[in-house]
């Protein structure tokens, strides 16, 4: 595990963590194995994360933010809001070809750790992700973008799944082509 020499020990518990975390598990990489992986002290943990569940959030509000800003700069590159919402899924196909993908950080963490901590940072990001599909839709021109949001994340969770659990981007081209029709569908309605 590689981090920064220059980061502070506070930044480097996080990126250890996210590192483990996302590779093994939440639940099953303890806290003795981050600090030692990290070189900090315990107390820095507690001081910087106040418990493991501190961790685990301020792990899943990283993942958030990052895909945020990575979904933000895809969407800003394209000229129309059916475009930007197809980018969305080109991110996807793109994160499932990466090395080590697992599936969706929040997904797996929910699933493992009972904490509320999670649980709200996973709230966050699919109120988000719901909201930018939602958004880009009603641009786009959708009858009911609410609805086409929701299948639209619908089909990302899918893939998400189906990308870890193939271990193949393809469930991702097949959802982008699905997305495709959906937003035509759903323009054309609104038009009629």
Not at 119 to 146: E, I, K, V
Not at 160 to 188: E, N, P, W
């Amino acid at each position: 595990m590689s981090t920064d020499a220059s980061a502070t020990p506070r930044e480097r518990l996080l990126a250890t963590a996210g590192e483990l975390f996302y590779q093994e598990g939440v639940h099953t990489v303890g806290i003795d194995r981050v600090i030692a992986e990290a070189g900090v002290a315990k107390a820095t943990l507690y001081s910087a994360f106040g418990s493991k569940d501190g961790l685990i959030a301020a792990y899943l509000e990283d993942r958030h933010r990052a895909l945020r800003e990575r979904v933000e700069r895809a969407i800003g590159r394209r000229s129309s809001p059916r475009d930007g919402l197809l980018a969305i899924f080109d991110v996807l196909i793109e994160l499932a070809g990466e090395p080590g993908y697992r599936g969706c950080a929040f997904a797996n963490a929910t699933a493992e750790a009972h904490a509320e901590s999670a649980a709200a940072a996973a709230d966050a990001y699919r109120a988000w992700l719901r909201n930018t599909f939602s958004t880009l839709a009603s641009q786009a021109g959708a009858a009911d973008p609410d609805a086409l949001g929701q299948q639209l994340h619908l089909l990302w969770d899918g893939v998400a799944q189906s990308a870890r659990m193939d271990r193949s981007q393809r469930a991702g081209r097949v959802a982008r082509d699905a997305a495709a029709t959906l937003i035509d569908a759903a323009v054309v309605a609104a038009s009629s």
